[in-house]
């Protein structure tokens, strides 16, 4: 039973709720598709470009600073004129933070679209990697701002937000986690998982957009082109709010709501209610 147009705009808002906080929204997705009436997986394909209009809300959202940071980057690359030393600098480090993504997403393309979509291990990643998030709130020393990004850091961020390839472990989440265990505030973590999801998650959708045509695959174009564009819409107000939020407020409701989703969903996988595959 392919999923109708209300169930992908259900999808989408979802989507544009969770993909910017970190709990996970390839997983709230996974989750979701066995409680609406077609009880179906909408897929990995259907998740990637869904997250198009998410990052569309980011592009929007942080246009001075992505523009600011292309043109200096561009200046030095082709030796034009003077241009922002440090804004160049976060372009490297973006391009090295997205290489761990695109190369493991690549090389694990079977996995990540089938194995690894079982929902024991999307309960287990959300249980786990919401204790980390945890403890790297508690621990963190939360005073390096993003001017401060190093090359090191950006390249074990780019790790971080690799883990999010498997479902429960939240991109934003990740390098959230790897931020303040580095010692970066919770907006400058917050700030950098965004701009550094740039080229990855468009990278992901645009190949997933281009590989599923004329494919039937579980959510028709209709409905994924309707459930991109509420996503975009949702993500746009959630950025505004999460970093508002993250100024000033810690993690721990995060922590506790993936503990409790985490722990439900091993229930419901206990006693058949929700299926594993």
Do not use: C
């Not at 001075?64 to 200046?75: F, N, V, Y």
């Not at 991109?171 to 986690?177: A, L």
């Not at 004329?214 to 028709?220: D, F, I, K, P, R």
């Not at 721990?252 to 989703?261: A, D, T």
Request: aromatic fraction near 12%.
């Amino acid at each position: 039973m392919s999923v109708s147009w209300t169930d992908a705009a259900i999808l989408g808002l979802v989507q544009g709720l969770t993909e910017f906080l970190p709990v996970s929204s390839s997983a709230h997705l996974r989750i979701l598709g066995e409680f609406l009436p077609s009880g179906t997986d909408p897929g990995a394909a259907f998740t990637a470009i869904t997250q198009l209009g998410t990052e569309a809300a980011v592009l929007v959202y942080f246009w001075k600073d992505i523009m600011a940071i292309a043109t200096a980057w561009l200046r030095q690359v082709f030796r034009i004129g003077d241009y922002d030393k440090d804004a160049a600098r976060m372009g490297w480090l973006i391009i090295i933070g997205s290489l761990p993504i695109i190369v493991l997403g690549l090389a694990f393309k079977d996995a990540i679209e089938h194995g690894l979509r079982n929902m024991y291990i999307t309960a287990v990643m959300l249980i786990v990697f919401g204790l980390i998030l945890g403890w790297a709130d508690r621990i963190g020393k939360k005073k390096y701002a993003l001017r401060q990004l190093i090359w090191r850091d950006g390249i074990i961020f780019g790790f971080a937000q690799a883990m999010a390839l498997i479902p429960g472990v939240s991109r934003s989440g990740g390098t959230i986690t790897a931020g303040l265990l580095m010692g970066y505030t919770r907006e400058a973590a917050a700030r950098y998982s965004f701009l550094l999801a740039v080229p990855a998650v468009f990278g992901s959708g645009f190949y997933q957009l281009i590989k599923t045509m004329g494919q039937e695959t579980a959510v028709a174009a209709g409905p994924t082109a309707l459930a991109t564009l509420i996503a975009f819409v949702v993500g746009y107000a959630v950025i505004v709010w999460f970093l508002k939020l993250v100024s000033t407020k810690s993690y721990m409701p995060f922590v506790w709501y993936r503990l409790i989703i985490g722990v439900v969903l091993l229930g419901l996988l206990a006693t058949g209610v929700v299926n594993p595959i």
